[in-house]
Structures are given as structure tokens and as C-alpha cells.
């Protein structure tokens, strides 16, 4: 029977083969081995097999010890003998699968039962390519396969090895009349779901007899493997309408379904199977409904069957803290995470992520150093979470070593992966090792893509991320709603007007997607940056759907760049409606009011932000130093440096007047002397941070700024002078786009 599985085994050279081996030979190798002695002496071997004594073996050098004296003695030549140490090599926890082979080329026609032990012991140790090729040769030497064959050769498959060659044993199995065996069936369901080919599993199933309950829990299991959990669901209710009586197991993978699409009432079924059926509360269980209740956020059932139980481990611990960090209760999640007992990298990943979550993002870097001193190995989700963090703080300096560690360690760059470096390097304003990355990637996916059209559009490479998105159409890939949003952002922020009105006309004919809300968002900002501010309000006069806050404040933005009076305050009229408390409507209009020099009109607002006890948001200006994170808010005197960051703002002050600064006090909403609103400006949270950055690095280190606020005139003025007197690249992200500040200029050509 022909079989063209392209697999050989490969043997070590110490390996001995039947053409050259002589007993003799055999006894004087293990000999010579350094052997431990047996806790106990051995008897004079009967002439008959030591069956009982190769069973009660408890090491490899006990077994090497019996099996010297049987090849002394000649008992050797007991078929039995051998088949005896084959299979305590190949199903002992200690078993060696080299001595195996090394003892299987010695036997004349081994059995079935040697065949089976020898691929079940390749399949135990993780070599499914070895189980095959001694399938293979079992075939060659006219060895039949029987029922017991296929469940051990399948049974430990991975998946690159699933997909090469499960369609072929697959027709073996059929051949030779054993796709009725219900554990081939179950092998099968397993093969063909790790593989990926979860609909080849399903009709080996539906062939089935499905009166094992085991069959039902393999397929329930692949379901969930491909993270087809509504096929899980619906699996369990047709077992149910059969009257398959569930395991254990059957329960433990449902209630992961559960979890995963956070469906209680199908959790809260399971429960009360676990309870009617008064099935063993065994850990994995338990741990099961914890994650189920708590991913579901009924943290008070998840915490009683927690506090019920008579052993915890760390899986049953992560839940709970995963439970909460889903709520956004850090503080509680915290405290449990502060007694486990024990800590893995899942909950320090979850931690993590509970941090990530409420956007404590220098929590999520201090508790990573922390998981780098308890020596606890991040994976790669543990890796995304700390880019994420890093991107948000323009934290480069941290971003680079993890890419380092990412590299040293060789954990997986996986799409997720990838995708994370590529955002924090284009939101810490490397655009070319940003795009280093994506072009290293094997695979790209529609959010690698999207990624980069976005990192283009913010950091001023307006045709550049117009050009990603032509290629992504020639590579196939289907743009969606967000890619759409970064092409529109890209002609936002580089003022291709009739660029970007074409694109939104064309977006439903040639890409078939409807425009949203953010989509005529875009449009009203492209337009409105633009000066055209008429025809951004006649968008929003005729948009399908309701204008929200973020379409009304993108044409107030408008305004105040424009400094257009009356279109602001119908804007503002708008948003408030929407959103009473919202205190950036009020800081927006008391700077256009400011300068338009309508001081009355700013003290009438000025006087309902007081009523209304709206607070304007402080400037706060984040740094990256030495791989720490310093953070300065406006007029801050609280860092620990402050007084030679205030002696360098004076010599900033003098040398930029040299190179002829003059302050920008025109958005100083403050009805005060000039001389203050000078004042006012010198303390502006990114002033800080750039003189932190020159007296904390060495000549030509670029200096990296995030700014949670849009950059003020002044200050851009400021960072524009600043890079030239001191030859020094300014980079600041500031709420909507990043200027790169080098030689007296800056990317964004002025048009923020």
C-alpha cells in the first residue's frame, strides 16, 4: 500500500540497528554504563520472564540492570523480554525512547503490540513526526495497523503536523475499516479541529454513534480551539436534547465557552448540572465557574465558590483578579493579587492588563519591573499589554528594550506582536523603525495595514499613508470603517482637501462602506482646518445620521484656529446640549473670545464655568528619561529638579530672544497685563519638559514630549526655535497629530 507521508525518523549515531547488532555487544555497552545501584539487591533470575521485576521498576538504571542479566542469562531471547522494556520505556514518566529503538531493532518481528508501544511512546514524548515514520516502516515491514494504532499515532499531533498529513492517515483509517471505531472517530475529531479543518471534525462527528460522551467532548473542545464558542453552545443543547449525560470535562469546556461570550444564563445551566448531578467539585471545575461568574461580572458568586474551596492554585486566583480587572476595580483586583500565594505570568499579565484597562499606564510599567525582578518569563500577550503602555507615554527608550528582550528571549512575533511595536513606534514618532517592522512581518493582516496608515497620517505623512493604503488594496485586503478613518486623517492632517473628498464620496462605491458618524467627523475637520467653514456646516446640515459632540467640536475647533466668533458659539451652543459638563467647550470659546479680544463675552463664560464648577483641564507634558517617565503640569514645582529647570527656562528665555522669540500670548483667555500673560505661557507644562530634556540628556539626543492638550501657538513657536538654537530634534504628540520640530521647522508646515 503506497503512503507518501514525507517524514523519517532520525536517530541518534549511538542508535543500534538489527543488520549490526549481536547481543554479546549489547550486555558489554551496558556494562560499561555508571550505573546507581537498585535500592534493593536482585534475586537470582528464574528461567523464566522478570516480568514482575521490569514492571516494578522505578528508574532507567534498574531497567538497564535487568535487562543486562537477561541478555547474560539468555532470556533475552523471550520475545516477551523485550516487549516488556520497550513499553516501560515508552510509558514510564522516566522511559527513554532512544534505549527503546535502540531495543527494538534487536527484535526479529516485533508484534503489534511493540508497534503500538513504540508510536504511543514517540507520540508521549512530543515527536509525532517520529510516531509516523514508524508507522511508515511498520507498513514497509508488512505489519498490519490494528484498533489501537491510529488513537496513539494521532493522539499528540501538532498542528503544522495535523495539517501535513490527517487527510492521509484518514484514509488509511477508512481502507483498512476502522472509521467505525469509536476512539479512531474521537482521534479523528481531535486531528482534524487542531488542524483548523473544524468542519471536516464536525462531519467525522456526525458520522459518529455520539453515544460516548468522550466523542461529544472532543468536539466541543475543537469548537472552542477555533474560538467558534456559539458552536460549543449549540453543541451542548443538541447533547442535552440526546440525554448524553455530561463529564466533568464536558462541563469545563462549556463554562469556557461561557467566558468567552460572557453568557451567564447558559453558566448558571451548567451550575446547577455540576449541583443536581452531584458531580466531584474537583479544582479544574471550580476554577471554571470562577472564571465563568467573574468574566460574566457576578464577582459575588465567583468569590463564594472561591471562598468554598478546600484548595486554591493559581489558576483559581487569576480569575478572581481577571474578574475584576474587567470591572475596572484595580484597587480590589490589586489586593488579590497582592496575597496569591504563587504568581504565573498569567496574572501578572492580568494585572497588567487591569492597569491598562483605566489607563494607569505607568502602574502597568512599574508592576512589569516588578515582574522582572520575581524572574517571571513574559509571553507574548504579556508583551503587547507593556507596548500598549509604552506607546501611550511616548515611553520610546522602555519600547526599544522591550524589542530587544522581545528578540533575546525569541518570544513569538505574531501579528499581535507585531502590531504593538508598530504603534508604539509611531506613537513615540519613530516612523522608520515603525516601518522596519511592518515590512520584517510575515504576515499582515487588515490592522498591521490600518496601523500604518494611521502612524503615517498623524506623524505628517500625509501621501505616504495614501500610498500604504493603495498597496493594501493591490496586496487584497479589504479596508473596513477604521482604515477608512486613517485615510481621512490623512488629508486632515496634511490638508489634501480634494483628496480627502473624493476618497469619502468613493468610500461606499468602490469599498462598500456606508460612512458613520466619525467618518463625517473627519470630513467636518478636513474641511474646517481648511478654512472652509461654511461647507463644513453644511456637511453636518446634511448627515444621515445625528451629529454628535465629536462632530460639533471638530468644526469648534475650526473656529477657534479661524477665529470665527459666531460659528463658535453656535458649535458650543450645540455640544452643551449634548454634554452640559463638558469643560473643554468652555476653555475652547473663552480662547476664541480671548482672541478676538471679547473680554466681556470671556468673563460671562469664564463666570459659568464657576457657576457650574467646571474646571479646565491642566496642561500635563510627559518625558521619558533614563527609562523613567517624568510628568510635568503646567507651573509644576513639585518635581525634583525644579530649580534647574526654571534656571534653564531663564537661559532658554534669553537665548531664544537672541534668535528672535517673541511671546504668543493671543489664547491667554485671562483678562491680565501682558506682562503676565508672558508669564503664563513661560510655564506651560511642555516648556517644562523641554527644559528637563536639555539639561537631562547629551548634546543630539532627540527629546520625545506627549502632551495631553493641543500644543498652544507659543509654545509651538517655542519648540520651532528651540530645535535650531540647539540643534536639537523636538518631537511632540500632542491630542491630535505629532510635530517633529528639526532646524527651525516643524512637519506639520504649521497646520495643526
Known sequence: MPFSIPFKTHFPSSSLTSASFHPSLLCKMISATTLSPPPTHLPSLPQTPPLSLIKTCKSMAQLKQIHSQTICTGLISNPIVPAQIIAFCCKHELGDMEYARMVFDTMPGPNHFVWNNMIKGYSRVGCPNSAVSMYCEMLERGVMPDEYTYPFLLKRFTRDTAVKCGRELHDHIVKLGFSSNVFVQNALIHLYSLSGEVSVARGVFDRSSKGDVVTWNVMISGYNRSKQFDESMKLFDEMERMRVLPSSITLVSVLSACSKLKDLNVGKRVHRYVKDLKIEPVRVLEN????????????????GIFDNMKSRDVISWT???TGFTNLGQVGLARNYFDKMPERDF???TAMIDGYLQVNRFKEVLSLFREMQAANIKPDEFTMVSILTACAHLGALELGEWIKAYIDKNEIKIDSFVGNALIDMYFNCGNVEKAIRIFN?????DKISW???IFGLAINGYGEEALDMFSQMLKA??????VTCIGVLCACTHSGMVDKGKKFFARMTTQHGIEPNVAHYGCMVDLLGRAGHLKEAHEVIKNMPVKPNSIVWGSLLGACRVHRDEEMAEMAAQQILELEPENGAVYVLLCNIYAACNR??????VRKLMMDRGIKKTPGCSLIEMNGSVHEFVAGDQVHPQSKEIYSKLDEMSVDLKFAGYSPDTSEVFLDIGEEEKESAVYRHSEKLAIAFGLISSGPGVTIRIVKNLRMCVDCHYVAKLVSKVYNREVIVRDRTRFHHFRHGSCSCKDYW
Do not use: F
Not at 461568574?293 to 458568586?301: F, P, R, S
Not at 520584517?440 to 499582515?444: L, Q
Open 288 to 303: 471554571a465557574l470562577i472564571d465563568m461568574y467573574a468574566a460574566c461580572g457576578d464577582m459575588d458568586t465567583a468569590l
Open 476 to 481: 487584497s485586503i479589504t479596508p473596513d470603517e
Open 450 to 452: 490600518t496601523a500604518v
Open 440 to 444: 520584517a512581518m510575515p504576515h499582515r
Open 346 to 348: 498569567v496574572s501578572w
Open 599 to 604: 473680554w466681556e463675552k470671556l468673563h460671562e
Open 319 to 321: 480569575a478572581i483578579v
